[in-house]
């Protein structure tokens, strides 16, 4: 006698597909570190709220489901961003203008910085990827605007300050 109900198991991802899981985890962090400073929540409540309701959950019209992120990196950006938002902010300051620093920049582009802060600050990510992903992050927000070329600028001065053995 065969036994039917074995749980499957789970399908080997192509590299291809952990790709976009991760830049689905980067745009969800993005997403819910903005969240976070709109509303007042605090980490832990928006990162169950993404993981519960937004991760691979399908779309109220019918149409696409969103993507699904990888939980593993997006849980560390959120961890990362909260615990050094000081010294990301810091850095972000410098990049900028004197006379725009970080308060009165887009909120969007806050927490971007935030997200791509959080990863620069881990080795595991090349920086020109890090880059190379957070400016497609800002093409999803800024379609038509020129703030992906400011992300651009932004970032490679953060990533030659975190991480300039890596240039």
Known sequence: MTDDTAPETPKKRTLEEKRQMKSAARLYAVQ?????????????RVVREFETF???????????????????????????????????????????VAKWPIDRIDPVLRALFRAAGAELLNPGTPPK????????????????GKEPKFVNAVLDHMAHEFRPEAF
């Open 32 to 44: 819910a570190l903005f969240q976070m400073e709109a509303s007042g929540q605090g980490v832990d």
């Open 54 to 96: 937004r991760f691979g959950a399908a779309l109220e019209d019918g149409g696409d489901e969103l993507a699904e992120g990888d939980g593993n990196l997006f849980r560390r950006l959120m961890d990362d961003a909260v615990v050094w938002q000081a010294k990301i902010d810091q850095a972000t300051d410098r990049a900028l």
């Open 129 to 144: 990827v890090v880059i190379t992903e957070f400016v497609d992050v800002a093409r999803a927000f800024f379609p038509d």
